[in-house]
């Protein structure tokens, strides 16, 4: 598909959205073992789905009053990037009709999160979501975008947002960090995906689940 005929796609699909049912969002969460003093990051976090579960347990993890825990995760533990405005503002409304006015030192960003710089020294203990799918990139950077990540090994990684999205997380991450993303499987099969397998395989522990009927928009 040309480049121009993809940007002009409903905006929902020129962003690749496909937004986390909250059910599975606290699922995944739940699963996990997180500790009081977490770093984590949400690339692509939508309208909050992650957020929310996510700030429940850190929350829970704090000491001090409802509010000092609060404070302390927003401004110490979580991290997130949403490109989407109008999400990105929804997501803020939700989390504060839950658990009150964020501190003014959150760390919450509505940006490109290929255009914010590094956002924690030494990387993250966790780096989680839903990253887009199928989407388009800023036209302004999408060619140094694909020489960063359009290969690795040799081995070719398809101009997809989802596989960009991973190549950068791993970079976000901490040496002993743990990388958590809801992602299309076709990665696992296509021959312009071997970059992006060869890197996950070189970079750490793999391991695949499958989500059937997770999505109504999609499967």
């Known amino acids: 598909m040309k480049r121009s005929a993809k940007r002009a796609r409903p905006i929902l699909r020129q962003r690749g959205q496909f937004m986390t049912p909250p059910l599975l ?82 760390n919450l960003h509505c940006a490109d999160y290929f255009r914010v710089p590094q956002l924690l020294s030494g990387g993250f203990d966790l780096v989680i979501g839903n990253p887009p799918f199928g989407g388009t990139f800023d036209a302004a950077i999408e060619d140094a975008l694909d020489k960063r990540y359009g290969s690795y090994g040799g081995h070719k990684l398809k101009k997809e947002t989802y596989s960009f999205f991973v190549a950068k997380a791993i970079e976000e991450l901490a040496a002993d960090g743990l990388l958590r993303f809801i992602c299309s499987d076709t990665f696992l099969t296509i021959k312009t995906m071997r970059g992006l397998r060869e890197l996950l395989l070189d970079t750490g522990q793999v391991e695949v689940a499958d989500l059937p009927r997770a999505f109504d928009t999609t499967k």
């Not at 996510?54 to 009053?65: H, K, N």
């Open 25 to 106: 969002a606290h699922r995944l969460v739940a699963e996990m073992d997180l500790t009081a003093g977490a770093t984590i990051l949400e690339p692509s976090f939508g309208d909050g789905s992650f957020l929310v579960p996510l700030i429940e347990r850190l929350v829970e993890l704090q000491s001090g009053s409802p509010r000092e825990r609060y404070v302390a995760v927003m401004e110490q533990n979580l991290y997130g990037v949403e490109l989407d405005e109008a999400l990105y503002q929804r997501a803020l409304e939700r989390i504060e009709a839950l658990f009150g006015p964020l501190p003014k030192a959150h």
